[in-house]
C-alpha cells in the first residue's frame, strides 16, 4: 500500500546491491582487494548514501545500468554470447526503470569503449537475438500498454511533455522552467558537479588518473572501459537544458573501481618511498583549486555560486553548526587529532584514508539525517497531507486540481483523483488541492469555498510553492 516507507526500500536496496556488485565486478577486473576497495569508496560517497533514502528511481537505474556494462565488458573479453545475452536483458529492465536514459548511457559507454579499442565492428554480436528480443519487451513492453491505454494523452505528457521538456526545457510536465543561461555554464555544470559527486574521493581519483597515464595504464582495455562509463553521463546530459545533479549517480561506480588500484597502493606504500616530487605537485593542486575556490567565492557573491539545492542545504546546516558550539568543538579536535596521528606514523596513509572513511561515515550516520530531518520540517508536505487525510477519513474522496503533488499522494496513504485544470470537474463539497494561484483562480470563480488548510513546501525536484485545500461550492 502507500507508506513512505514502501516507496524508499526500492531505492535503498539498489543502493546496497549497487556496492556489492561494485564489489564483485571489482575483484573480477583487478582481484579481491580491488573490489573491497572499490565498494567502500563507493559506499562512503554521500552522493550515492543521500539519493538511496529518497524515493526515486536512479538509484535503482545506476544499479541495473551497472550490471548491464559489466556484462558488456564480459561479452567484449571473454566474446560470450551468453554475456551479451545478459547484458540486452539487464539493459531492458533499466530502461522500464527509467526509459531512455539507460539505453543512451549503455550505447556512449559500449560505442566509445569500441572505437578506443579499434573494434566496432564487433558491435553486431552483442546484439544476440534472445537479447534483443529480451531487452524490447522488458524495455519497450509498458511503452506499448500506455499507448494503448492513453494514447495522445501518453505521447503528450510523457514522451514530449518529460523527454522533450527535460531536452529543450521551459514547456511540458517538468516541474520548472530552467533560466537562460551562458554556454559555460552548460559545459561546466556536469564535469564541476562530478567532481563534487565523488567526494570526499575526488582527490584521490585525480591521483589514480594521474598515476594511470604516468604507467601507461590508459592502455589497458579496463581502465579504458571505466573511464568512457564514467564520461558518458557528462557527454550524455551536457546538451540538455535541464541540468540536475543526480544524473552523474552512473559515474560513481566506475570511478569507485579506477580509483581503488590507488588507494590499495597507497596503503602499501611508506612515507620513506613517497616522491617527493608527488607530494609537492599533489599539495600544490589541492592549495591552488583551495586558493581559486576561497577567490571566487570572495571576489563574487558566495550564495550566487551556488546551485539552488546547494544553497538550501547549506540554509539548513548553519543553524545546526550555530546552535551546536559543543559538537562543533567536538568535531574539530577530533579532525586535529586525526591529522596529527596522520603525520605522527610513519605510514600515514593507512591513517589518512581510515580519517576519510570515519569521517564520512559519521556524516552519513549523524550529519546527513540531521540536515534532512532540517530540511523535511521547513520542505515537507507531510503534516498538510496528515492533516487532510486525518479531516477527511478513507474512503472519502480527495481531488488534486492540476499536476498532482506525489510527496502529498504518498502521505495521503490513499488514491487521489486527478482533475487537471477543468473547474467543471469540481463538484459541491469535493476537496480539493491546488497551488495557490490555481485556488486564487478558483475562489474568484467561486467554485471552491474558503482555504481550510495550507502549506509551503517543495512541489517537485526543485520547485518550491504553497498548497491549499478547500470544499467544491458549485451544486
Known sequence: GFSEAAVRLPSAFAGAALVAWTARFGAELGGPPVGVAAAVLLGTMPSLFDHSRVARPDVLLTLLL???????FRWWRDESPAAATGALAVLGLATLAKGPVAPALFALTVAAFLCWERSLGRLRRLFTPAGVFL????????????????GAAFVREHLVGRYLGNLVGGFGTVDYTPAPRPLAYHLAFYPTHLLASALPWTPFTAAALWRLGRAGGLRDPRARFLLCWAAAPVVAFTPAATKLRHYLLPSLPPLALLTAPAVIALLETSARHLERGLALRTAGLLLGTAALAAGGWFLADGWALLSRSDRSTLEALLPLLAGRPGAMAAAAVGFALGIAVVVARRRPWPALVGLVVAGTAAWMIVGAPAVERTLARRDSLRPFARAIA????????????GRPVRAVVVYLGRHARTLDERPGAITAGLPVVAEEEAYGRLAADHVVGAPLLSAEGRLGNRRRGRLVLAEGTVP
Open 135 to 150: 531487452a524490447l519487451g522488458l524495455g519497450l513492453g509498458w511503452y506499448g500498454v500506455a499507448l494503448a491505454g492513453w
Open 390 to 401: 486525518a479531516r477527511y477519513p478513507a474512503p472519502a474522496p480527495i481531488a488534486f486540481y
Open 66 to 72: 551497472s550490471v548491464a556494462l559489466g556484462l558488456a
